[in-house]
């Protein structure tokens, strides 16, 4: 048989399959990513990479995507009680803490994985971190009658990650990053104060990502009454959100001839009811559905059960073909 032949036939590694995916090439099937919280932020680098490795080969997923930490490692007598304490927050070396040991998990995870599995780090925007760091009513208030010193916090913040970041492309750690946005939301605020306020320092944190590394970017909006053409223009070549747990749908979501790769499918609320039957259902709907990766559209939950994550992966790893345009 010929070198190309075998080549042919030579079945793709798990992270092959995603990177291509993500290249817009064709692929044996698409792959599947299960957003999980496995609650082991309190280990260390080595036990993290093992937990989540184990969490990969038990349920054969293409891509591992570890959970984000969705604040940052700052010192933790600090107290954000008040708009004017977020001039005080200071740019972070990027090895504090957290993440220090996920900077480890990562090195370990990309030795013992032998690039089997492709590997995706999960972090916060800006504005996502910081709402994370301090009361939702401080910040509103911030937002509203103090702009000056929320902008100044979201300028410290966009540079730690982005330091942070430093140390996983520049030694190749990651194959890949996933940015969760939780501040694209009717609840919050209007699109305009949206496109003024929050996505100047997305976009430099992923220009950023761009100028140092060449891995694919994945957007994830997170949370209800949620608009997402703002965030097309955004680099990236995946995005997803909840879309059909939340909404809205991919029809209404995206523009159409968008030219980007959709993640989805797979209802991270309704599958926590769902029977094995169910299961199968819900997998041959989601093949009917035009997205290039199977995902859940938000996390599922620590107590998820392992016999319904079984058979989602027993389902999700045949091989499948997209449906007509």
């Not at 520049?170 to 104060?193: F, H, M, N, Q």
Request: hydrophobic share 40%.
């Amino acid at each position: 048989m010929s070198r190309q032949g075998l080549e042919q036939t030579t079945p793709l590694t798990k992270k092959e399959r995603v990177l291509k995916t993500l290249a817009g090439k064709e692929v044996d099937r698409r792959p599947f990513s299960l957003w999980y919280s496995f609650g082991l932020d309190h280990m260390k680098g080595e036990s993290l990479a093992a937990a989540a490795l184990t969490f990969a080969a038990t349920y054969s997923v293409d891509l591992l995507r570890i959970p984000a930490v969705r604040d940052l490692p700052i010192p933790e007598q600090t107290s954000l009680d008040r708009p004017h304490d977020l001039t005080q927050l200071e740019v972070l070396s990027g090895q504090e803490g957290f993440w220090l040991q996920r900077t480890e998990a990562f090195k370990e995870a990309q030795r013992l994985s032998e690039n089997r599995v492709a590997i995706f780090e999960s972090l916060p925007g800006p504005l996502t971190a910081l709402s994370y760091l301090c009361q939702p009513e401080m910040l509103e208030q911030a937002e509203k009658s103090h702009p000056s010193f929320l902008e100044k916090a979201l300028e410290v913040i966009t540079e730690s990650l982005k330091n942070y970041l430093k140390h996983l492309l520049s030694p190749g750690l990651i194959d890949g990053l996933v940015l969760e946005i939780e501040s694209a939301t009717y609840i919050k605020r209007e699109p305009e104060v949206f496109e003024s306020l929050v996505k100047p320092h997305l976009k430099d944190l992923l220009n950023f990502v761009t100028s140092e590394s060449e891995i694919p970017i994945w957007l994830h909006a997170r949370g209800s009454r949620l608009y997402i053409k703002p965030l097309l223009d955004l680099p990236h070549q995946m995005i997803s959100w909840p879309h059909l747990s939340q909404g809205p749908s991919l029809e209404k979501g995206l523009p159409r001839g968008y030219r980007g790769i959709v993640a989805g499918g797979l209802d991270d609320v309704a599958l926590e009811g769902m029977s094995y039957q169910d299961i199968r259902r819900h997998v041959e709907e989601a093949r009917n559905m035009h997205v290039k990766m199977f995902a859940v559209g938000d996390n599922l939950k620590a107590d998820f059960s392992p016999r319904r994550l079984n058979a989602l992966s027993s389902f999700l790893t045949k091989r499948d073909r997209l449906p007509e345009s």
